[in-house]
């Protein structure tokens, strides 16, 4: 009895709102239900118009391009990593200030760079401008947009994973990396010949915790290039306006699954990469 | 930093290759800083003269305008209440459900877990449907509670708090258990005094993440009085438009905050949990 006294609370919460809301955004998505009629059975007639819906595939094609982010913030996070580990003199500060932006709530992020953006009179066109370059419109024209909010989302991410390359670099054993250098192998062939085969787990989990990251992303679109469209948006942006400023709720629970299965694909790959972490 | 220690002194570099590090660490500190410092300059430029340009000036103006045109007093409030239930709360379920998790045998121990852990596979954006009826359902409808009660525990906290349990020595819970203490007197004056570092830790991500929160409280508050501070500054991205100035200062608002506990509570940053967390 005891045990489950215990367990009763963390159970009815993660019972009710995330298995029971799960059970529920899967029946919600075979009705028409919208924010004037409560919900009623129309079988696969949301995803039906779903396939034929532009601005869905728009976003699901922005929500691909977006994965992008990936390979961009692992090489951005383990070059921080390498060079947190390097431990220079009097850069004993460096995680910490590298740390900074993960901590800065991710609006506050967003509204910082949609500064720099600025395209009459931001920073960033100012000096393209003063190179000849320029001005890009940062926050109303496509592919800029996208890069615009993925810039936001690499910045407010790398040093969470820096610190995950950074656990994965310090597990190294020192005694591989000093005996390949008696070897007479280069700091280059050490990278590649003993510390690259050793974090090579961390990437590969880094890699899908990233993408499915970077499939949920909201808020770096929504504030950063507020105003753009939908076009400009990804998969939960869709998600939000279908929902709760259009009301249609039945439909904006299609799109939801339809994402849920994207990622729960990820999600598999990430248990069984983990499920291999835990053996080895 | 306080983990220091536990990276090894690196052998003696070549000039070259420290400079290369110099380099890179300076870029990335760049990058990283650069940004909220400008918005820092910014939120504390007077008005007038062309928006977003670098001029001299000092002025508190800014932030004047955020807190009475923008209202900002309730959601400071507010945010502050959430953060504060939200990660007190997250503690608190997640050690009560992981103590017979990682200390008692009983039936269907190991599937409990299972289950409670899969739900970190649901994507809080896919079931925003459902969980905006469940709290329209149970009345809850702009109030702070309908913010906090979703998210009052989480799988993770779960996972970490029982990684923390197992590695205590049975001894020192047996020696307890002799004089006579019931299970919830030992989960309280042994189990959790020794795990402070990591309820520390899984409080520190719980205040992150809920001070930096948007999409969540914006589907769930209407009343301005009841906005967090991300809903506030989302919407004062509309409201003062005219007024960019107080935007950015009311962004310094929500910023000084998080950096001031994260400057307090960064020892409980090791690089250790984040190898954990890549595995939950």
Redesign the interface.
Known sequence: M???L??A???L??G???????A??VA?SFTRYTAFRGPEWVGLENYRRLLVSERFWQCLLNSALYLLVTPVIIV?SL??A??V????RG???????????????????A???R??Y?EE???LN?ALQSVGLGPINWLSERPWTLISAAIVTL?KGF??FM??F???L??VP?ELK?AASLDGAS?AQVFWNVTFPSIRP?IA??FV?SS?SAL?V??EL??TI?GAGIAHQTV?PL??QV??EEGN?GM??AI??T??VI??GF?LVQLRL?AR??RA | ?S??A??????R?PLG??LV??V??LL??I???G??I??VV?AFQPAGG????LRGGFTLDNFKDAWTQGGLAWPIVNSILVTFSRAALNVL??A??A???AR?S?RG?DV?FV??LA?M???E??????????IVGMGLYDTLLAVV??F??T?FG?YLCRQAFLAIPEEVEEAARMDGAH?LRI?WSVILPLSAPTLATLALFSV?GA??E??WP??VLQDQDKFT??VA??NL?SALATNVRA??AG?VL??VP??VL??LA?KF?K?????G????
Not at chain 2, 125 to 134: D, G, L, N, S, T
């Open positions: 005891t045990p489950l215990f367990l609370p963390a159970a919460v993660l009710t709102f995330f298995a029971g809301a799960l529920q955004v919600l951005l070059l921080a390498m060079a580990e390097a431990k220079l850069m004993s500060w460096l995680r910490l200030a590298l740390f900074l932006p993960v901590v800065t709530p991710t609006i506050v992020a509204l910082m760079w500064l720099l600025s009179s931001g920073l100012t910045w040093g969470f610190m995950v950074l656990a994965a310090l597990s020192r000093e700091r961390a989990l880094v915790i499915i949920k909201f808020e929504f504030v507020k939960v998600v939000y929902a709760f709720y904006a629970s939801g699954i994402l849920f990622i729960l999600s983990s972490g835990e | 930093m983990a220091d536990d990276i090894p002194m690196v052998e570099r290759l420290k590090w110099y890179v660490s990335l500190v990058l990283a800083v940004p909220a400008w918005l910014i062309e928006l977003y340009s379920i997640a009560l459900a103590y017979p998790l008692m009983f121990r409990i289950l409670l739900t596979m649901i994507p954006q896919v079931i925003v449907v459902p969980m905006f009826r469940m009660l979703p009052s525990v799988a779960i299970a989960w992150i001070w930096s948007l999409l914006l589907i501070l991300p500054l989302t991205q935007l950015y962004a929500s910023l998080i950096l994260f400057a960064q940053l690089a250790e949990i984040f190898a967390s890549v595995k939950g």
